[in-house]
T-cell receptor, first 118, second 110 residues
Framework: GAVVSQHPSWVICKSGTSVKIECRSLDFQATTMFWYRQFPKQSLMLMATSNEGSKATYEQGVEKDKFLINHASLTLSTLTVTSAHPEDSSFYIC??????????????FGPGTRLTVL | SQKIEQNSEALNIQEGKTATLTCNYTNYSPAYLQWYRQDPGRGPVFLLLIRENEKEKRKERLKVTFDTTLKQSLFHITASQPADSATYLCALGTTGKLIFGQGTTLQVKP
């Protein structure tokens, strides 16, 4: 149980295009989903917290107009990187927290999406 | 400033030995701390959670300690195996979100 999937697993795009990444909780409902970014040999950096049906909360320094997050249902959140540039190339990972909503609940992570912008 | 530090160097140990990984933090007051395992090109996998009022937690060959006075957590893997080779991340739980350390890479040699 508690499986989170991401699609696509990798994507290569041209500079200036937009890319959408999907995050799904497959066997549980997630009130809260998180989006992280990880550069090589670095830690996971939280980009935003997404609650179903409400606007995402972005971390300081993350441009909300560039990284659009939608959490339309309890099992799906999407991250759209708009007008992507080479510096946006990174490993994007989502996680989901279970329906109890307890902040102490473990987060279940997706397998990640490798984005390469040419 | 706020900081989370894990062993910066990779940890190389012999199979069967105990691996000990360190997570130190400053200027945080976490309500809980979690440890995750991450393999190359994959998302993290949850291992253990320890709360601020707990000193120690065990799960099979894993043991975590949490000293809020020292602001430190130690993560132990006993009877280590080559399959334990991975990067291990500590994460502080605060205000409903996780703040991750940079991870320690463990290599267990047969």
């Amino acid at each position: 149980g508690a499986v989170v999937s991401q699609h696509p697993s990798w994507v290569i795009c041209k500079s200036g295009t937009s890319v959408k990444i999907e995050c799904r909780s497959l066997d549980f409902q997630a009130t809260t989903m998180f989006w992280y970014r990880q550069f090589p040999k670095q830690s996971l950096m939280l980009m935003a917290t997404s609650n179903e049906g409400s606007k995402a909360t972005y971390e300081q320094g993350v441009e909300k107009d560039k990284f659009l997050i939608n959490h339309a249902s309890l099992t799906l959140s999407t991250l759209t990187v708009t007008s992507a540039h080479p510096e946006d190339s990174s490993f994007y990972i989502c996680s989901a927290r279970g329906l109890t909503g307890s902040p102490r609940d473990e987060q279940f992570f997706g397998p990640g999406t490798r984005l390469t912008v040419l | 400033s706020q900081k989370i530090e894990q062993n910066s160097e990779a940890l190389n140990i012999q199979e069967g030995k105990t691996a000990t990984l360190t997570c130190n933090y400053t200027n945080y007051s976490p309500a809980y701390l979690q440890w995750y395992r991450q393999d190359p090109g994959r998302g993290p996998v949850f291992l253990l959670l320890i709360r601020e009022n707990e000193k120690e937690k065990r799960k099979e060959r894993l043991k975590v300690t949490f000293d809020t006075t020292l602001k430190q957590s130690l993560f132990h893997i006993t009877a280590s195996q080559p399959a334990d080779s991975a990067t291990y991340l500590c994460a502080l739980g605060t205000t409903g979100k996780l703040i991750f350390g940079q991870g320690t890479t463990l290599q267990v040699k047969p």
